[in-house]
């Protein structure tokens, strides 16, 4: 073997380590969910036991006599990120929030399939089990595609449906915007990789995307997204339900007949307003609104704004239909 060879093959091998080493040095283990509940769980905080072996985490607030509304978060979030709007309605409204299987502090076996099917039945399941009668429902990003679908499922259940920068109409191939971790979570080997790496500068700059004002990537923010994906479980079925989803129709919303509120940031690098406008008018009768430089998370970006719109969408449900006068 010639000098040039063996210093070839020890280049490659000292490349090969230093891979291993860095891979070693990025690996992130779970975190216990009870190091995670001390941390995140608050006094509102409940846990109810759903079938499955699911263990879900839900806050109920606001006035527990008023009319009630469900909120459901979007991917990698968690029921967090409602509490602008928890503020600001819940003076009139009792309003429910929880973690999605995979999410936050609700704990999922390793076999759960997480689809927006699965995840609507979880969500209505907490409903019945809390006799809410028929309830407002809001979903944001992916939490939308479970709140469409909840409608879908069970129209007898849901008086109002409000989606907030919601998935569902096709997204142009054009927009670039995706921060990475979303085009590795696309590839089967990155999201090998990611199973054990520390995600924390990808989920920084997810945020900083989504939130568009680089002052509410707060490090407490990215903490909590980058602690509650490690807790035990979350990263298998969040990584293994990846891919397969297909972008529905417009024809699928055409059924929808319940009265409908759609928000959308223009800002949103995620789910380009295009999309939301597009969403809107598959929706008969649907309302939109879209908000001018804001991103992907309106209740967090302009709660103040985004609230009062809910809020007179809530008001209108409650107002009898010119017919019934």
Not at 103 to 114: Q, V
Not at 167 to 176: D, K, R
Not at 287 to 313: C, N, W
Request: charged residues 20%; contains cysteine.
């Amino acid at each position: 073997m010639n000098l040039a060879l063996k210093i070839a093959l020890w280049s490659v091998a000292g490349v090969m380590l230093v891979g291993v080493v860095g891979c070693m040095a990025l690996q992130r283990p779970d975190i216990p969910y009870t190091v995670l509940e001390a941390k995140y769980a608050n006094s509102a905080s409940r846990f109810m036991d759903l079938p499955g072996g699911l263990h879900v985490h839900y806050r109920d607030q606001g006035d527990p006599n008023g009319p009630p509304v469900v909120m459901i978060h979007g991917f990698a979030a968690s029921l967090d990120a409602w509490e602008p709007w928890v503020k600001r309605l819940g003076d009139h409204y009792r309003i429910i929030t929880l973690d999605l299987p995979a999410h936050g502090l609700t704990r999922a076996p390793s076999t759960y399939a997480m689809s927006l099917d699965n995840n609507a039945e979880v969500v209505d399941a907490l409903a019945q089990r809390l006799k809410l009668g028929r309830y407002v429902v809001v979903g944001n990003s992916m939490g939308g595609g479970v709140a469409w679908t909840l409608v879908l499922r069970h129209p007898d259940h849901i008086r109002g449906l409000v989606l907030v920068d919601s998935i569902g109409a096709p997204i142009p191939s054009e927009n670039q915007g995706s921060p990475v971790i979303f085009k590795i979570l696309a590839n089967p080997l990155g999201r090998a990789v990611l199973r054990n790496i520390d995600t924390r500068p990808l989920a920084e700059q997810g945020l900083k995307a989504a939130y568009v004002d680089p002052k509410l990537v707060t490090p407490a923010l990215v903490d909590r997204y980058v602690d509650q994906s490690r807790a035990p479980g979350h990263r298998d079925i969040i990584l293994n339900s990846q891919g397969g989803q297909r972008t529905p129709s417009p024809e699928i919303f055409r059924a929808i007949h319940t009265p409908t509120l759609v928000l959308h940031g223009e800002a949103d690098a995620l789910i380009p307003v295009a999309s939301g406008r597009a969403l809107a008018a598959s929706i008969p009768g649907a309302k939109l609104i879209t908000y001018p430089g804001v991103g992907h998370v309106p209740m967090e970006q302009v709660p103040d704004r985004s609230a009062a719109d809910v809020r007179a969408f809530l008001t209108s449900l409650d107002q009898p239909h010119p017919a019934e006068r």
